[in-house]
């Protein structure tokens, strides 16, 4: 299948490394005050385009995060200092695409991270894929004062939402989707035909993943990262499965040093 997909750079987040990595900086008894360290993870969207739909993967941080889209204590904790400076229809246009290509978007879940760009798409007929799940969390949790991640503001506008149920399906064709559920309960990922360069498949896994430290070593990410532990370590169980059986490239959430090699991979 002849299909294509493109990187597009949203800046750079910065966090607790605790929260990626669980127990990353923990205290000793010579050491009972260690440093915190902060991490950079990169936000990106990938635009997968196949030989008959146009399909935009996540749509990053919102451009105002930090002149109030987010609150001041949100920020403080994921600064994302560059959002402005990558708002997604410049990161389109870079890739040679405009927001009037994309044919569908799907959002792997809700998070201020990767759902801050769904405003390009209110008031227009662009189906918006997402897990019936996450839907209900990001409404719930907003509803009770406990967004945390989630900004009502990202999601809440005039979106032809299409939900996802159940485990995963068929999207387009050449194109799969898979819910691993963990890092939020309606969490999906792709499977795309033949998207790598070398002509494997490609699983995107998301945030199931932030780094290869989660996926390839099994490392869970902090607990504040992890709606459920268990649920957690069963998508990585399947996603570890699938990528074994279709021989499938894995693409991580935010980790700095697959996505700065990506460009040459897919």
Not at 244 to 266: C, F, I, N, S, W
């Given at each position: 299948?002849?299909?294509?997909?493109?990187?597009?750079?949203?800046?750079?987040?910065?966090?607790?490394?605790?929260?990626?990595?669980?127990?990353?900086?923990?205290?000793?008894?010579?050491?009972?005050?260690?440093?915190?360290?902060?991490?950079?993870?990169?936000?990106?969207?990938?635009?997968?385009?196949?030989?008959?739909?146009?399909?935009?993967?996540?749509?990053?941080?919102?451009?105002?995060?930090?002149?109030?889209?987010?609150?001041?204590?949100?920020?403080?904790?994921?600064?994302?200092?560059?959002?402005?400076?990558?708002?997604?229809?410049?990161?389109?246009?870079?890739?040679?695409?405009?927001?009037?290509?994309?044919?569908?978007?799907?959002?792997?879940?809700?998070?201020?991270?990767?759902?801050?760009?769904?405003?390009?798409?209110?008031?227009?007929?662009?189906?918006?894929?997402?897990?019936?799940?996450?839907?209900?969390?990001?409404?719930?949790?907003?509803?009770?004062?406990?967004?945390?991640?989630?900004?009502?503001?990202?999601?809440?506008?005039?979106?032809?939402w299409e939900p996802?149920?159940?485990?995963?399906?068929?999207?387009?064709?050449?194109?799969?989707?898979?819910?691993?559920?963990?890092?939020?309960?309606?969490?999906?990922?792709?499977?795309?035909?033949?998207?790598?360069?070398?002509?494997?498949?490609?699983?995107?896994?998301?945030?199931?993943?932030?780094?290869?430290?989660?996926?390839?070593?099994?490392?869970?990410?902090?607990?504040?990262?992890?709606?459920?532990?268990?649920?957690?370590?069963?998508?990585?169980r399947r996603a570890?499965?699938?990528?074994?059986?279709?021989?499938?490239?894995?693409?991580?959430?935010?980790?700095?040093?697959?996505?700065?090699?990506?460009?040459?991979?897919?």
């Open positions: 299948m002849d299909t294509t997909v493109s990187v597009l750079d949203r800046g750079t987040m910065r966090i607790d490394l605790n929260y990626p990595i669980e127990g990353a900086v923990t205290a000793t008894d010579s050491e009972p005050n260690p440093d915190a360290v902060r991490a950079d993870g990169p936000v990106f969207n990938l635009v997968i385009d196949t030989p008959e739909h146009t399909l935009l993967w996540d749509t990053g941080s919102h451009p105002e995060a930090a002149e109030g889209h987010w609150s001041a204590e949100t920020y403080d904790t994921f600064t994302h200092a560059d959002a402005a400076a990558h708002p997604l229809p410049d990161a389109l246009a870079d890739a040679g695409y405009a927001l009037a290509d994309i044919d569908a978007v799907v959002q792997s879940h809700l998070h201020l991270d990767h759902a801050g760009g769904l405003h390009n798409f209110a008031g227009t007929d662009v189906p918006v894929f997402v897990h019936e799940r996450e839907l209900k969390e990001a409404y719930f949790a907003a509803a009770t004062g406990r967004e945390g991640a989630y900004i009502r503001g990202d999601f809440d506008h005039d979106l032809a996802l149920y159940g485990d995963g399906g068929l999207l387009v064709s050449g194109v799969e989707w898979l819910h691993l559920p963990g890092h939020t309960p309606g969490m999906v990922g792709l499977l795309v035909e033949d998207g790598a360069a070398d002509g494997r498949d490609l699983l995107v896994v998301g945030d199931l993943a932030y780094s290869s430290v989660n996926y390839e070593e099994g490392h869970p990410m902090g607990r504040d990262l992890l709606d459920s532990r268990h649920d957690w370590r069963e998508s990585l570890r499965d699938v990528e074994k059986r279709r021989d499938a490239l894995v693409v991580y959430g935010h980790d700095p040093e697959q996505v700065a090699a990506l460009p040459a991979l897919l």
